[in-house]
């Protein structure tokens, strides 16, 4: 009974990273978009989400006791603005500059949740968070499995959307831009508008993942958003596949795993004074992991992205 | 008013202006935003600090030169750990970003780049543990030099560093051979080469000399401050900020831009309060997106 509901706790948290590797997805694998503030946009969900649902709070702004539902609607409202704002005022600018931003963005939205207590309880976070199915909380199983419901159920509506968004006009537009943005642009779309938008559209996909962790724990702190949480979804994308929603949730699953294995074992082989090196060489193999797969597999497991050869265009093959 | 912050923030702008040097020159020749760059300092530091722990080892306690906290093992160690982080860069780009950039995605680069940075970060946690360490711990005393400004005699040896190295780096680049073959690459790689650049060269004296200026500005840090495997990455928003302040590919416009930023974290530190410094360098990036992109000396890209 125990094991089935920890693989529920499990395979719930594995799911909730697969929203924001789906969301990251749309902004990498589908458009090109290199976002390395996944963070801060999952903390601007989280902290949105639970300023509005949580009861009143004399301490800091608002506890609004808002239902759940529409906590969610303003996390992906605030996150998606966020996200709107950094793209138009970098997407007409080399890719690198979006990389540089979003590092930026996480590294203030982490600086703002910390100092600004008023609004975000500082270190100590924000509990109280109501979490759904808060009367089964007495039966653990039940309790955990309804979460997982509720998270899958979401994890599957973010990933019907996408998919369909994907293959509808607007998807396609967005795979000319990134396999050839002049002729795309010749075609009379704009580049930077159909970026922004799903740069927005992923954006708030990310806040709706942290917003539904936030009610799922009941808690959060800034801590919780280090960047640490961008490399985690970073390799769980490259792993399951750039390009492939398919992808983007088995490879959260499978890397996910691997994590909470790995953290298991060195739990159980280093003495506790020792835990928080073998935790830093955990990260270690992470990294070693992802340029492994970058410089052997690209594709990951379900990829589709191509790579293509920029200055290679003349070595066309004779058809 | 208490000028007290303006030294302060020539100091914090030295390091963050040395440090932007080596991510200007990579994202001018190689074509991408070194996330890793941060990491090279604080593996200099580290590595300087080895070698200053293995000559004390060797020869026993050295006294300090004159008034500074700090005697010549640390400056041979510097030189020893300006060449370490030199060959790390070599060796992380030989497996690495050659690899990857010769497939012509400048972005999957950056990426392996990120990758790279935590693996190397954790690494300096796992050998040294997230525990601050010093080069020294004797405490100096600051002289009074008026205006209420006071000075510790490491920050003007470190201030006059920092001009020497800024003129030398500008002197190579403008002068020498090899200066004017990384301009060349920088501007038109393709054309560079079919001039008979040796562009494998230039690519190596970029990597030598980003990483030993990281080192340095690393070990400033260390001098004035502390150790920590996370300085370098906290110092990696600051340098971008600057790179891309001063226009890419400068490196006077770099270091312009790190003194412009390191002013103004200190005047916020002063006037705003320390907690909110990190922030700084977002809002001037930001500025510097929306009002002028190309930065204060840079050039329209092609």
Redesign the interface.
């Known amino acids: 009974m125990d094991l089935i509901g920890y693989g529920a706790f499990f395979l719930t948290t594995a799911l909730i990273f697969a929203i924001i590797s789906l969301g990251l997805n749309l902004q990498w694998g589908l458009t090109g978009l290199f976002n390395v503030g996944v963070a801060g946009f999952v903390a601007i969900g989280a902290y949105t989400s639970a300023l509005m649902t949580t009861p009143d709070d004399p301490t800091r702004l608002g506890g609004f006791g808002l239902p759940i539902l529409i906590g969610w609607a303003g996390a992906m409202a605030v996150s998606g603005i966020a996200a709107a704002i950094t793209g138009f005022a970098t997407l007409r600018l080399r890719s690198d500059y979006l990389a540089i931003t979003t590092f930026g963005v996480s590294v203030v939205v982490q600086l703002v949740a910390l100092n600004a207590q008023k609004l975000t309880g500082g270190a100590f976070g924000v509990g109280f968070i109501p979490r759904p199915f808060a009367g089964l909380a007495e039966t653990p199983l039940l309790f955990n499995l309804s979460n997982l419901a509720i998270v899958a159920v979401v994890t599957l509506l973010a990933y019907l959307a996408l998919e369909h968004l994907s293959r509808s006009p607007w998807g396609r537009v967005l795979k000319a831009l990134r396999e050839d943005e002049r002729a795309a642009i010749s075609l009379g779309k704009s580049a930077r508008f159909y970026r922004v938008q799903a740069f927005a559209v992923g954006g708030a996909l990310m806040g709706l993942a942290g917003a539904v962790q936030a009610h799922f724990t009941g808690f959060i702190a800034p801590d919780n958003y280090a960047p640490m949480l961008t490399f985690q979804v970073w390799v769980m994308l490259i792993v399951g596949g750039s390009g492939s929603n398919l992808g983007a949730v088995v490879g959260s699953v499978l890397v996910w795993a691997i994590w909470a294995g790995s953290g298991a074992l060195t739990a159980t082989l280093f003495p506790p004074e020792q835990q928080a090196r073998a935790a830093s060489l955990q990260i270690v193999a992470i990294g070693v992991m992802l340029c492994v797969i970058l410089l052997f597999r690209p594709n990951g497991l379900f990829g589709n992205l191509t790579y293509r050869r920029r200055f290679g265009l003349k070595a066309r093959k004779p058809s | 008013m208490n000028l007290q912050f303006v030294v302060d923030g020539l100091l914090t702008g030295s390091m963050i202006g040395l440090g932007a040097i080596g991510v200007t020159l990579t994202?001018a020749i190689l074509r991408?935003?070194n996330?890793a760059h941060g990491d090279f300092m604080a593996w200099g530091t580290y590595a300087t600090l080895a070698v200053v722990g293995a000559i004390g080892a060797m020869v026993g306690k050295v006294a300090p030169i004159g008034p500074f906290s700090f005697g010549w093992p640390l400056l041979v160690a510097l030189v020893v750990g300006c060449a370490l982080t030199g060959l790390l860069a070599l060796a992380l780009d030989a497996v690495?970003f050659s690899?990857?950039r010769a497939?012509?995605?400048?972005?999957?680069v950056?990426?392996?780049s990120?990758?790279?940075?935590?693996?190397?970060r954790?690494?300096l946690?796992?050998v040294f543990?997230?525990r601050p360490t010093y080069f020294s711990r004797a405490i100096q005393i600051a002289m009074p030099v008026g205006f209420g400004i006071r000075i510790t005699p490491d920050q003007v040896a470190l201030l006059v560093l920092t001009a020497v190295l800024v003129a030398a780096t500008h002197l190579l680049m403008t002068r020498t051979q090899t200066g004017r073959s990384m301009q060349a690459v920088s501007q038109n790689p393709?054309l560079a080469r079919v001039v008979g650049i040796d562009v494998a060269r230039v690519v190596r004296a970029t990597w030598l000399l980003g990483a030993a200026l990281a080192c340095v500005a690393g070990t400033m840090v260390g001098i004035l401050v502390q150790i920590r495997p996370l300085m370098g990455?906290d110092m990696?928003?600051p340098m971008?900020?600057a790179a891309?302040l001063g226009g890419i590919g400068s490196v006077p416009g770099a270091v312009l831009g790190g003194l412009i930023i390191g002013l103004a974290e200190a005047a916020a530190v002063q006037f705003v309060g320390a907690?909110?410094r990190?922030?700084v360098?977002?809002v001037i990036?930001?500025a510097v997106?929306?009002v002028r992109?190309i930065g204060l000396f840079g050039v329209k890209?092609r």
């Open positions: 994202y991408f935003s996330f690495l690899r990857l497939r012509g995605q400048s972005i999957i950056v990426m392996a990120f990758g790279a940075s935590m693996a190397l954790s690494l946690e796992f543990t997230s393709a990455f990696l928003l971008f900020a891309i907690e909110w990190a922030a360098s977002f990036l930001m997106l929306f992109p890209e």
